[in-house]
């Protein structure tokens, strides 16, 4: 019997003096919202720092090339699109950029950005902030 208790006994201490963390740390995602469908925004330029915890990932600096890895949504002049973006930021800066290259910012209200009232090829970008990190949002968008 001894051989039997003292084996399940042993597992049972070992597992209760588990070393691993009890939460692993996940980079915040982002998505725009567009005719109820989620569509998630690439992520560039990340840091983040909590504890000992930090992480930097830095990528391209090319806006464009950035944006070539989103799926181009098709919207209207005048659309509304929404953002859910996780771990509630403690602010979001948005900017777009115009098919000539001129950088605009973009005024955003309750999550939400209104599209351009011209027909064109936009790309935005998402600059949000917490207290523990940073992170780049980019997307584009065809204005019909």
Partial sequence: MNKIVLPILLVIILTGCNVFPTSVHKQPEGKVIFDDEHYTMISSNYE??????????????????????????????????????????????ATKMNEDGTIENV????EKITMPSKEG???SELNTLWDKGKETFVFDVNVK
Wanted: aromatic share 12%; net charge negative; hydrophobic share 30%.
């Fill in 48 to 93: 983040w720092k909590n504890g000992d915890y930090e992480v930097s990932l830095k990528g391209s600096s090319d806006i464009s090339e950035i944006a070539d890895n989103f799926e181009t949504l098709e919207v209207e002049k005048g659309d509304i699109l929404k953002f859910k973006i996780d771990k509630n930021p403690i602010s979001i800066n």
């Fill in 121 to 123: 090829y936009y790309i």
């Fill in 107 to 110: 005024e955003i209200k309750d």
